[in-house]
């Protein structure tokens, strides 16, 4: 079974460029998560969809991250402008299920994107 | 709100020694509570998982988890450490409750340390 893909691996951009990251999640995950870790902290959830709707964007900055998931498989994750503060690991993370049980399920991990503001 | 402390940034044990790795966490309801390990550069790896029954969790590569519901922990333990252990080690809850929502909240991270 392939794991969850992201891409790019690294990416280091200006302040108030803009940047765009890919998850291709585990085929037939359902749930697919994006999660910021900041160096010497444990992930943050960014967002959570479900199929292709979403379930909990709450700490996602809007005024300049956006994510979408068109056709309920891969995912996009966006930051215009970034600043200095962004500079980070963004995690991707799939897993399978829809009720019922699912909130026991493990979620996979994605390799992640460090990215670095400059 | 749920929340998860690894009150040790970095553990230091002996090749051969048992190793324990300390997880505290505050939920509302009963938690689900996970182990996930990272070496360098990858993502993060599940290891083990409890739901509901046994308090004592076995997972991948000889590690084990023990839940104790009276001192909300869920501490990692090895019997017998290995180099190739020398990771960083997240602990994390989810609370069950709730339709939808199934982010896992995570601790900082316990940096592990295994010396040949």
């Known amino acids: 079974e392939a794991g969850v893909a992201q891409s790019p691996r690294y990416k280091i951009i200006e302040k108030r460029q803009s940047v765009a990251f890919w998850c291709n999640p585990i085929?037939?995950?359902?749930?697919l998560y994006w999660y910021q870790q900041i160096l010497g902290q444990g992930p943050k959830l960014l967002i959570q969809?479900?199929?292709?709707?979403?379930?909990?964007d709450s700490q996602l900055p809007k005024d300049r991250f956006s994510a979408e998931r068109l056709k309920g498989v891969d995912s996009t994750l966006k930051i215009q402008p970034a600043k200095l503060e962004d500079s980070a690991v963004y995690l991707c993370?799939?897993?399978?299920?829809?009720?019922?049980?699912?909130?026991?399920?493990?979620?996979?991990f994605g390799p992640g994107t460090r990215l670095t503001v400059l | 709100a749920q929340s998860v402390a690894q009150p040790e940034d970095q553990v230091n044990v002996a090749e051969g020694n048992p190793l324990t790795v300390k997880c505290t966490y505050s939920?509302?309801?009963?938690?689900?509570l996970f182990w996930y390990v990272q070496y360098p550069n990858r993502g993060l790896q599940f290891l083990l998982k409890?739901?509901?029954?046994?308090?004592l969790v076995k997972g991948s590569y000889g590690f084990e988890a023990e839940f104790n519901k009276s001192q909300t922990s869920f501490h990692l333990k090895k019997p017998s450490a290995l180099v190739s252990d020398s990771a960083l080690y997240f602990c994390?809850?989810?609370?069950?409750?709730?339709?939808?929502?199934?982010?896992?909240?995570f601790g900082s991270g316990t940096r592990l340390q295994v010396q040949p």
């Open positions: 993370a799939s897993s399978r299920g829809l009720a019922g049980g699912e909130a026991g399920h493990e979620q996979f």
């Open positions: 085929s037939g995950h359902a749930t």
């Open positions: 969809f479900q199929n292709n709707g979403v379930v909990d």
């Open positions: 939920v509302s309801g009963n938690p689900y």
């Open positions: 409890y739901i509901t029954g046994d308090n």
């Open positions: 994390a809850v989810r609370d069950p409750r709730g339709t939808g929502r199934r982010a896992l909240t």
